[in-house]
């Protein structure tokens, strides 16, 4: 159990899992019940009171909270302890106005540190390396997430931020660089940069990589391995329930081990919301059993995929979830930044564009890209000052650049079920 950050955890039978979750979760419904009036008038309309629950399975029995929910409780409804208490505030990546605000205590953040610090411990980081994080360090979760687990290991952490490639390339070989948290589309464009300036992959100091916050492939993870020269892990998690340090691959990279001592998951048909058994594939759900300033019951996140009880060759018992598939709801992960087709389609209303576009995403040299084409009645000329305009808006509410190309009216295909806004070429 080498590489394991808390083996007493990550290795438990079953049996005495299930116990401690089932305490937690107890104590979970009851604290939000209440401290949050949403779930107040949610177990009270159901007829089921939070001391009803006895057993893991009877959770089933709660009804579902959602990413609406949430947006509707904008910025502090689902705050279980008074904003005194609350040590720190990050937000989900979405671009919406509304982002979804989530708080921690200060004990929260403390677990947050030791489940990050799960992630990096499982690709065998120790004192002697050299973690550069190149997530964002700010509302977003993913820096200071993987920032507090690293510096509970002892590793030796750069803070690089989200700054861009040129300058990450410096940082890593200048500092000797051995490990690198980022987006996977972030590294694979880092690797073809390396290739482009004529470094060889073995002449930087890097062996790791632990990449999430966006959907990838098998494929993508060769070309990251092979441009890189490192080992690839995946990890997963989302603001909603804290964000990084839910799930992470260990060295077999069998699947994500669930750190499931804190989240309690479930899969279910999206459609019908019924339980899953193992190995069937159905949208996650998850239940926080130790968050103090955010619990979450029984969260959809949306996201595809199935679960795997039985332990892993490393040693550890937790659950593990297969690759995130895809998602249920139509949201679009670009570079790591979550967003619906619907934003896109207000900022296009407000000009004198549409009705009818769409959305193309597309990979150069491994980043995601978008662009928008959009019907347009104005005449040539003035075309090209139109579309800058509304990639500025873009820029500006989206925090996204975006391509926007102007077409004649009547060019774009309209079909005549159900609208297909989006063409996503890139391979996940
Ligand atoms: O992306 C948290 C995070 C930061 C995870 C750094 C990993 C590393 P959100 O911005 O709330 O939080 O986005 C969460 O991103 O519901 C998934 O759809 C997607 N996602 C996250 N990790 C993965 C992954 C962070 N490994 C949303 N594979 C989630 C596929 C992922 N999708």
Redesign the pocket.
Known sequence: MKWMWDPKYETMDREELEQIQLERLQSTLHHAYRHVPFYQSLFDKSGIGPGDINSLQELREVPFTTKGDLLRGFPYDFFAVPLAKVARIHT??GTTGRPIVVGYTRRDLQHWGHLNARVLMAGELGERDVLQVS?NYGL???GF?FHAGAELIGVTVIPASAMGISRQISVMINFKTTALVSLPSHALRIGHCLREMGVEPKDTSLRVGFF?????SEAIRHQIEDHLSIRAL???????VG??GVAFECQYRNGLHINEDHFYPEVINPTTGEALGPGEEGELVLTTLTKEAFPMVRFR???LTSLEYKPCECGGTLVRMA??KG?VDDML?IR?I?LFPSQIEDILLSFEVGPNYLIRLYREEGLDQMEVQVESPVAGGERAPLASRIMKEFLDRLGLDITVKLLEPGTIEVSKGKQRAVVDEREI
């Open positions: 989900s990546s997530f977003f979760t993913g997430g999430g916050a966006e959907p990838w995946d990890n997963y998690g989302l603001a909603e964000g990084p996140t949306g996201d690759r995130v998602r992960i790591g979550n």
